[in-house]
């Protein structure tokens, strides 16, 4: 099994900044990869970045060059530094950890992008 608990969310002005962290504990070794995925209201969940355990990291094109995911595997977390953002970033952050156990998602956490 695995846990994770996301935290940093809030409310910001457009143009600003943000910074997600999702904190992995239980069985770290079977993790393959993290994602941050998000959902704005009347939307499906979608994909926005992902690291793998080896590194390798992929983003939606809606936020390429303007977010950033990044990984401490000293203190098992994965950020996601949000730059330049948008009211249509606006919705609900969701962590995700891909394991040997299967799918593994955190509560969420809102981030409010005003105009």
């Known amino acids: 099994q695995v846990q994770v608990v996301e935290s940093g969310g809030g409310l910001v002005q457009a143009g600003g900044s943000l910074r997600l962290s999702c904190v992995a504990s239980?069985?770290?070794?079977?993790?393959?990869?993290v994602g941050w995925y998000r959902q704005a209201p009347g939307k499906q969940r979608e994909l926005v970045a992902v690291?793998?355990?080896?590194?390798?990291?992929n983003y939606a094109d809606s936020v390429k060059g303007r977010f950033t995911i990044s990984r401490d595997n000293g203190k098992n977390t994965v950020h996601l530094q949000m730059n330049s953002l948008k009211p249509e970033d606006t919705a609900v952050y969701y962590c995700?950890?891909?394991?040997?156990?299967?799918?593994?998602w955190g509560q969420g956490t809102q981030v409010t992008v005003s105009s």
């Open positions: 239980g069985s770290i070794f079977s993790i393959n990869a």
């Open positions: 690291i793998t355990s080896g590194g390798t990291t």
């Open positions: 995700n950890a891909n394991s040997q156990y299967g799918n593994f």
